[in-house]
Structures are given as structure tokens and as C-alpha cells.
């Protein structure tokens, strides 16, 4: 069955590195995906990778995909207070047809 | 603007009495889908439709109901509503399917059962 895990708080300082990092179990996923959840919003789409791929940089976003063990990570660079919010991963798995499995959320928190 | 639009933004209802949250997108998606969003659980979907008149069970879809008769809208209906579907509320519509074609997801919807 698929199981995503994210732990669920981080906090750092503005202008450090944030990374949120996630865990899943299907081995069959084909896309993973990070969304961002501002207070009293819907999910927006910051980036997705596919199965295939260790890594994609998107301006000030890396994903790095470890396969073998089944490790999802977001590297946020020069972290702004506007980056504060719950960041979820979610995978999308063959068969499934496009079902997203959530991870819980992890709650960035910038300070300053 | 391509969008998810979604209403109400907030509910409040009492135990039992029918309610329905509609949602529509302007995009021509054909995959549709509603998921609700409790603490500590993420994000879990409750219905989902591949085209106009197609629509099948995610993972947690006892009390609710759907239905898909344009491309555009697709409706969650809680007949009988009671308290532990208290929750926020999603729509998510995608071109397709696969997991090639990124959700694009509506503000929500935050049900209050009493």
C-alpha cells in the first residue's frame, strides 16, 4: 500500500537553507510532487519529478530523489519569511490513475 | 485565469441535513477529483472522475456522493451530514489521468458539522 511520512515541523532562519525531506513506501510511484499551503489557501504546485529523474533545480528549489530508498527532499535556498507555510509531498503511482497520496504536511516556520 | 472554483468557502451545517459544495474549472479538465484535508493526516481523496459520467471511490468515500454531468462541474454531496465529516475540503482538476498532468487544486471549502 502507499504510505508518505514527513516529519512534521521545521524551523530556520531567513537567508538559511530549509530542507523538508519525505519518505514513501510504492516503489511503483512515477511522480512526486511538493506543494505549498499558505494560510487559508489551496495547494499550490511548486515542483514535481519524475521517477526516472535524481534531481531537478527549479530557481531557488532542488528536488533530490533517492530511489532506492524511497527519500523525497526539498531544498529551499536563501529562505524568505513569504516561504513560511506547509509544504506536502505527494506521489502519483502506475494504476492509480492520477490519485495523489499526501504526505502530513511539514510546517516551515521562518524566523527572523 | 485558469482556475478551481469552489462554494461555499465556509459552512457551517447541523447533523442530517443534505449540503452540497460545488466546484467548477474553466481549464477543460477531464480528470477531476475531491479530497478533504484533516490534521495530522494529510490530504486523502474521497471521489474522483475520469470524464462526464465517469466517476469512482478514492479512499474515504462513505457519506458522500458525486456526480460529473458536464466536463466543468463536478459536485460533492453529503446527504446526511454528521460531525466527523467536519473537515476542509479540496477540488483538484488535471488534463488527464496520469501523473504527468499536475492537479491544479480550488481554496477549499471548511465544512462545520454540529
Known amino acids: 500500500g502507499e504510505d508518505v511520512e514527513q516529519s512534521l515541523f521545521l524551523s530556520v532562519r531567513e537567508g538559511d537553507s530549509s530542507v523538508i525531506n519525505c519518505t514513501y513506501t510504492d516503489s511503483s510511484s512515477t511522480y512526486l510532487y511538493w506543494y505549498k499551503q499558505e494560510p487559508g489557501a489551496g495547494l499550490q504546485l511548486l515542483t514535481y519529478?519524475?521517477?526516472?529523474?535524481d534531481m531537478k533545480q527549479d530557481q531557488r528549489l532542488t528536488v533530490l530523489l533517492n530511489k532506492k530508498d524511497k527519500h523525497l527532499s526539498l531544498r529551499i535556498a536563501d529562505t524568505q519569511t513569504g516561504d513560511s507555510a506547509i509544504y506536502f509531498c505527494a506521489e502519483s503511482f502506475t494504476g492509480g490513475g492520477n490519485k495523489l497520496t499526501f504526505g502530513t504536511g511539514t510546517q516551515l516556520k521562518v524566523e527572523l | 485565469e485558469a482556475q478551481v472554483t469552489q462554494n461555499p468557502r465556509y459552512l457551517i451545517t447541523v447533523t442530517g441535513k443534505k449540503l452540497t459544495v460545488t466546484c467548477s474549472q474553466n481549464m477543460n479538465h477531464e480528470y477531476m477529483s475531491w479530497y478533504r484535508q484533516d490534521p495530522g493526516l494529510g490530504l486523502r481523496q474521497i471521489y474522483y472522475s475520469m470524464n462526464v459520467e465517469v466517476t469512482d471511490k478514492g479512499d474515504v468515500p462513505e457519506g458522500y456522493k458525486v456526480s460529473r454531468k458536464e466536463k466543468r462541474n463536478f459536485p460533492l454531496i453529503l446527504e446526511s451530514p454528521s460531525p466527523n465529516q467536519t473537515s476542509l475540503y479540496f477540488c483538484a482538476s488535471s488534463l488527464g489521468p496520469r501523473g504527468v498532468h499536475p492537479h491544479t487544486f480550488g481554496s477549499g471549502t471548511r465544512l462545520t458539522v454540529v
Open positions: 519529478i519524475f521517477s526516472n529523474m
